[in-house]
Nanobody, 117 residues
Framework: QVQLVESGGGLVQPGGSLRLSCAAS????????MGWYRQAPGKQREVVAT???????NYGDSVKGRFTISRDNAKNTVSLQMNSLKPEDTAVYYC???????????WGQGTQVTVSS
């Protein structure tokens, strides 16, 4: 069984910063990809940022230059530093991993990020 536990969401004013973290545990040999996705009310889930086991990163167009993804392979954690937050960043943020050997995908339960004055 694989579990993903997210933390760090909350309420922040426009222009502020938040840091999200996700810890993966359970029957994991190695993780190929770790990433963050988000879903706002009435919208489809979209990719925010992903990082592979070789540290190749990919960002959604709307967050480039403001968000930074990083991972710690020894701890099976992934973090998302979010700066210059905008009201349109408000969403539930989900952590996702894809394992290396079996290519199984796992999702976290989601953490709410609200950007509002």
């Amino acid at each position: 069984q694989v579990q993903l536990v997210e933390s760090g969401g909350g309420l922040v004013q426009p222009g502020g910063s938040l840091r999200l973290s996700c810890a993966a545990s359970g029957s994991i040999f190695s993780i190929y990809l770790m990433g963050w996705y988000r879903q706002a009310p009435g919208k489809q889930r979209e990719v925010v940022a992903t990082i592979t086991d070789s540290d190749y990163t990919n960002y959604g167009d709307s967050v480039k230059g403001r968000f930074t993804i990083s991972r710690d392979n020894a701890k099976n954690t992934v973090s998302l530093q979010m700066n210059s937050l905008k009201p349109e960043d408000t969403a539930v943020y989900y952590c996702k991993i894809i394992t290396s050997l079996t290519s199984n995908a796992y999702w976290g339960q989601g953490t709410q990020v609200t950007v509002s004055s």
